[in-house]
């Protein structure tokens, strides 16, 4: 039984990761069919627009989605050619007077941000970082460093630090942690989201080396502060 049963996971193993993709394939296209299928608000409306083409729901709808694609194509190259405020920039001016809808304008703005090219660049650049809670022989988590300018905390410097979740690094924790406590990690954005999603199966950067790497980097700042040190004190002659 229990020969049958090593089996038997091992083929569930293999099936559950298309089983999985499958099942979020079809919720996706049932998704789009609820809100922008032909029966649908926003599938009315697109029918209308190719109503005026073919007295046929199907092909009108069609015609429809094309016009609605071809007219965001368009919308598209005039933004990319910098006739944004001309276009959309008074409506946003007036809905950013309203009070309640400009938190909504601003939020959804920064939600789709985060997927434009601009954006996905800047979260490419993100640095991977160790971070040694309580100091070097603390424990020890593999972090994201949106930014290495700090922030002064009760007169010391202390710099934001990403926290993602496993197995979904979408959500996280947003750490504020001594600068001392930091040390750069190898690799990029890819190798962390790799470990998170593994739920640490794939093993991070070697540590040591990053260790190694602030130790020498803190040396090199102590002699430096020391040579000044001695520069200061020196007698003029």
């Known amino acids: 039984m229990t020969r049958l049963f090593r089996i038997f996971l091992a083929g569930l193993l293999v099936l559950l990761p298309i089983f999985i ?10 998704f ?3 809100y922008a299928g032909p029966n649908s608000s926003f599938g009315k409306f697109i ?6 083409f073919s007295p046929s729901i199907a092909v009108a709808y069609l015609l429809g989605l094309f016009i609605v694609l071809a007219s965001i194509l368009l919308l598209g190259s005039l933004v990319e ?9 008074w409506v946003e001016q007036a809905m950013q007077r309203i009070p309640f809808v400009s938190r909504i304008l601003d939020l959804a703005k920064r939600i789709v941000g985060i997927f434009s090219p601009e954006q996905s660049s800047e979260l490419r650049n993100m640095q991977p970082v160790w971070v040694f809670f309580g100091g070097e022989n603390g424990a020890a988590v593999f972090a994201l460093m949106p930014t290495s300018e700090p922030v002064t905390v009760n007169g010391r410097p202390y710099v934001g630090i990403m926290v993602p ?6 959500g996280g924790a947003l750490v504020y942690v001594p600068l001392d406590w930091v040390s750069p990690a190898e690799g990029g954005v890819e190798a962390l ?11 991070p950067p070697d540590v040591v080396a990053a260790v190694a790497r602030n130790e020498e980097k803190r040396g ?13 004190t020196a007698p003029e002659r």
């Open 81 to 89: 050619s910098g006739a944004r405020p001309l276009l959309i920039g």
């Open 220 to 232: 090199q700042g102590e002699l430096h502060a020391h040579d000044k040190r001695a520069r200061d």
């Open 193 to 203: 989201m790799n470990v998170y999603i593994s739920m640490g199966v794939v093993p």
């Open 165 to 170: 979740s496993a197995p979904v690094p979408i």
């Open 47 to 52: 029918v209308s627009l190719g109503f005026g």
């Open 32 to 34: 789009l069919f609820t």
């Open 21 to 30: 993709t499958v099942v979020i394939v079809i919720w996706l296209g049932q």
